[in-house]
């Protein structure tokens, strides 16, 4: 009796993505010459995710994703969670923030909008929001909770900056050519770079590098010297 982990549509699957990692559906279609209900039905006993930019269009075998520590990862631009959908993924990263999230630090780690999406869990209540330095802060919905994160954000406002432990060294070396290459050598265009080449270096990172190394002191010195 053949089991679906050995079935002849299981393993030509596999072979798949053993080559190219994601898929779109009409790709699974043409490898199984089969409808897009026989697709799933087949990814769906294998494990299967499907990406939470470009609409969802994408899709890749559970297993396959290394993800980092806020359970997401990258490939050829096209990204996924973890934790599913894009909806689901703002809810789990708001609710685990020490300090809550605006909207760019969401956009920056998500590396796309997410405006409407807040607007929605926050009208569904799933989150909620509170005004803070003219931005909104995103927050837990549970109000202890949220009490908690306004209070460290606020913290961290009136807090001198005091940089953190580096990151790995593959980071460092990763931020500090960055800095060596980009047309626009500050922390905003290091970030927009690293987003563009698709690396999944955090802003809090290159912030940590940048104050570690005293970078925007480096690079007024360099320019008053080609005056």
């Given at each position: 009796m053949t089991t679906p982990s050995s079935s002849p549509s299981v393993k030509?699957?596999?072979?798949?993505?053993?080559?190219?990692?994601i898929a779109q559906l009409n790709e699974l279609e043409h490898t199984l010459d089969a409808s897009g209900?026989?697709?799933?039905?087949?990814?769906?006993k294998m494990g299967y995710l499907s990406s939470y930019s470009h609409a969802g269009k994408y899709y890749t075998l559970a297993r396959i994703p290394s993800f980092d520590a806020d359970g997401l990862w990258a490939h050829s631009g096209?990204?996924?969670?973890?934790?599913?959908?894009?909806?689901?993924?703002?809810?789990y990263l708001v609710k685990n923030a020490q300090a809550g999230h605006t909207h760019a630090e969401l956009r920056d780690r998500l590396r796309l909008r997410v405006h409407?999406?807040?607007?929605?869990?926050v009208t569904a209540r799933e989150i909620a929001r509170a005004p803070i330095e003219?931005?909104?802060l995103y927050v837990s919905a549970e109000i202890g909770r949220a009490e908690a994160q306004i209070a460290?954000?606020?913290?961290?406002?009136?807090?001198?900056?005091?940089?953190?432990?580096?990151?790995?060294?593959?980071?460092?070396?990763?931020?500090?050519?960055a800095v060596i290459h980009s047309p626009k050598p500050d922390i905003a265009g290091i970030?927009?770079?690293m987003r563009a080449q698709g690396k999944t270096i955090t802003p809090e990172q290159i912030e940590t590098v940048?104050?570690?190394?005293?970078l925007g002191k480096k690079n007024r010195a360099s320019r008053r010297s080609r005056r």
């Open positions: 030509k699957i596999e072979n798949f993505f053993r080559r190219r990692l209900r026989t697709v799933f039905r087949v990814l769906g096209v990204l996924f969670s973890r934790h599913g959908t894009l909806r689901n993924t703002v809810v409407d999406t807040l607007h929605d869990l003219h931005l909104y460290e954000r606020q913290r961290l406002i009136t807090a001198p900056p005091r940089p953190g432990p580096l990151p790995d060294a593959a980071v460092v070396i990763e931020v500090l050519l970030t927009a770079l940048w104050a570690h190394y005293e």
